[in-house]
């Protein structure tokens, strides 16, 4: 039987709480914890597609949300 392959590109928002982060911390002090961010983002989309074989983020934005 033959399988059908997808592709995606899919287009989210989250909110993140960071220790540390307020909403005074500057932007080049946010950036320095994309690690972080990119972890948290790889564990929610393997959770929420857990049937695909190969999740790659290609790129990815992150700010501060002043609520």
Do not use: C, W
């Not at 993140?16 to 950036?31: A, H, I, N, S, Y």
């Amino acid at each position: 039987m033959a399988m059908l392959r997808i592709y995606s590109e899919v287009s989210f928002k989250a909110d993140l709480p960071l220790e540390g982060v307020d909403e005074r911390t500057r932007d080049f002090d946010v950036q320095r914890r994309r690690k972080e961010v990119l972890d948290y983002l790889q564990k929610r989309l393997a959770a929420a597609f857990s049937d695909s074989r190969d999740l790659t983020v290609h790129y990815f934005g992150f700010s501060v949300v002043n609520d």
